[in-house]
């Protein structure tokens, strides 16, 4: 390569505007930052903010200590299954604000070298533990990190285990693959293949989705909640230890003094939607009775005690969660990213969360009875292709009496999610905290009041069709 060689600014889905020209020599021009390059020591300069940003692209040490470029070689090796040596990693981009509160999310590509010669790469997502002691400690992110690292490793590799001894027509695989993972409570790291390579993106969660994202998603639960159905069915000892490895991370007693001031705070929150868009109302007169403090208590039941016909839940499945692939506008194919909040439960947690965190009224007026029987129609039909009988594991008047028994769950979980819904990414809280260890979660998850109709009625029409449903 030439040093006088000027390469064109390459544009990169969701990159941030640190990914600019690469010039050889550095010249001005009119793009917004540019690279330097001797060997892997980077400097970016920053020609809004001024900075200059010393990087080493020969290593991902700084990102965590556990991440040792003899790793990476593992990974990489494993990964292409042949042998590999890592070489560098580039930045692509970082992740929009908000989207992320436990962990620290960058997305980057990471080269590897064969013993031909032939360098290759992957590109990835990388969540690291905060280098911030604080928002670690506050957030309990190391409890996050440990719970989606067990999915991986331990819960996913029996699944699809499980899964591989069947002819499936339609089997599990909306998931983004592991790249590796490790974890001693202080340097966490988790690194999954990018699912944007192969053009799966987010819907905008600001706006709600559609029927047809709503059924893609039905669709990839009714497939993950299906194999727990049927290898508790047919390998109950087996499943059973999967089982005893899954923590409740965020509704659990041990938890409450955690959470309690931040769960008063949000149902403040719903109490104020409420009361200015249907002001003395039914409506305002149950979310009162609803968003109290005892709740957090169903809230714990519902999460810990639902086991009889629990599954393996995803346990967040609000939009960030979910990834698409499109063809001519319409969605194809769905995966689930995220299982820090993993769950046994009642499948009911994950649909009754995604209804009241993605969906609006008017979708719910037109759909919900419909996509209640969409998921219940491809769950069964998943658990006869297992090889197990859906009518006797979980038939439909059993699954209508959980939905009326335990959707309070979503709206609950809705008042912790749809305030950073519909919030721009500009708004988007910004974690990088300073203070003591110990400090009130509400005081760093900042909640104010909904300053739009539009947010406002976002809640106070999930209460509304609680209310219409006799969930409340």
């Not at 990087?55 to 040792?68: K, R």
């Not at 790469?121 to 969540?127: A, P």
């Not at 009224?361 to 197990?388: A, C, V």
């Amino acid at each position: 390569m030439s040093n006088n060689q000027v390469y064109p600014r390459k544009e990169i889905p969701g990159a941030s505007t640190r990914v600019a020209a690469l010039l050889l020599p550095v010249t001005f021009s009119d793009c917004e930052c540019f690279k330097l390059t001797h060997k892997f020591d980077v400097i970016w300069l920053d020609l809004y903010n001024q900075e200059i940003m010393p990087e080493d692209y020969s290593t991902l040490s700084h990102v965590s200590p556990l991440v040792t470029n003899e790793r990476l070689s593992k990974a990489l090796t494993d990964w292409f299954k042949e042998e590999y040596t890592f070489t560098h990693w580039a930045y692509v981009g970082d992740m929009n604000k908000g989207d992320s509160f436990v962990s620290e999310v960058i997305r980057i590509q990471i080269y590897g070298v064969n013993t031909k010669g032939h360098t290759n790469f992957v590109q990835v997502i990388l969540k690291s533990i905060p280098k911030n002691v604080f928002r670690r400690s506050i957030c309990r992110s190391h409890d996050f990190f440990r719970n989606e690292i067990n999915f991986y490793k331990n819960i996913l590799p029996e699944l699809i285990a499980f899964q591989s001894k069947k002819k499936l027509k339609n089997p599990f695989d909306r998931y983004v693959k592991l790249f590796f993972a490790y974890a001693d409570g202080n340097n966490d790291v988790v690194c999954l293949e990018d699912g944007s390579v192969y053009n799966f993106g987010n819907a905008i969660r600001q706006e709600g989705i559609d029927l047809e994202h709503c059924k893609m998603t039905f669709r990839a639960f009714a497939e993950f909640h299906a194999l727990s159905f049927a290898m508790k069915d047919q390998e109950p000892k087996n499943f059973k230890e999967l089982q005893k490895t899954i923590t409740e991370v965020y509704y659990d007693e041990p938890h409450k003094n955690w959470y309690i001031n931040f769960w008063n705070r949000i149902s403040e929150v719903a109490i104020n939607a409420v009361e200015k868009e249907y002001p003395n109302s039914i409506y305002l007169e149950k979310i009162k009775k609803f968003a109290v403090p005892e709740r957090y208590e169903d809230m714990i039941n519902a999460a810990t005690k639902t086991s009889e016909n629990g599954v393996i839940c995803h346990g967040d499945s609000w939009g960030a969660n979910f990834l698409y692939r499109y063809e001519d506008g319409h969605p194809i194919d769905a995966k689930m990213v995220d299982f820090q909040m993993l769950r046994f439960g009642t499948p009911v947690l994950d649909l009754s969360v995604m209804i009241y965190t993605c969906t609006d009224q008017e979708l719910r007026d037109k759909n919900y009875d419909e996509l209640l029987h969409f998921y219940h129609d491809t769950l069964s039909s998943q658990i006869e292709d297992l090889g197990s009988d859906p009518q006797k594991i979980y038939p439909w008047p059993v699954f209508m009496e959980e939905i009326k028994k335990y959707s309070y769950f979503g709206l609950g979980y809705s008042f912790d999610t749809t305030p950073f819904t519909v919030l721009a990414p500009e708004d988007a809280v910004d974690l990088e905290l300073e203070g003591e260890e110990g400090k009130d979660i509400v005081d760093v998850w900042k909640v104010p009041d909904f300053k739009t109709k539009e947010g406002r009625l976002r809640e106070a029409n999930n209460v509304k069709h609680c209310v219409g449903r006799g969930y409340i």
